[in-house]
């Protein structure tokens, strides 16, 4: 089974970056538009950003200014840079492409913004 693998998370002090990755199978990233999601604990998952093949974006309200995701059409990758983290960022970040059904979640990344 394909699947989606992202990686880049870790422990960040408040203030930090972080650039997480996704690489994604050429059936799901194909012509798709690509997004992040992620999923705090106890609480539900939640998108976060999206990029179009032609690179156009959007993000929620809470992230705007302080992440940028990107896409490599050429390499099957989409990335999101992180700044100015907030302890309310922390959470398991996945990648999947925005439409009306997902493909299979990948395992995710942890990204934890602690003092």
């Known amino acids: 089974q394909v699947q989606l693998v992202e990686s880049g998370g870790g422990v960040v002090q408040p203030g930090g970056s972080l650039r997480l990755s996704c690489l994604a199978p050429?059936?799901?990233?194909?012509?798709?538009?690509m997004g992040w999601y992620r999923q705090a604990p106890g609480k539900q998952r939640e998108f976060v950003a999206a990029?179009?093949?032609?690179?156009?974006?959007r993000y929620i309200d809470s992230v705007k200014g302080r992440f940028t995701i990107s896409r490599d059409n050429a390499k099957n990758m989409v990335y999101l840079q992180m700044n100015s983290l907030k302890p309310e960022d922390t959470a398991v970040y996945f990648c999947?492409?925005?439409?009306?059904?997902?493909?299979?979640w990948g395992p995710g990344t942890q990204v934890t913004v602690s003092s």
């Open positions: 050429g059936s799901i990233f194909r012509l798709n538009t």
């Open positions: 999947n492409q925005v439409a009306t059904s997902f493909a299979a």
């Open positions: 990029v179009t093949y032609s690179s156009y974006t």
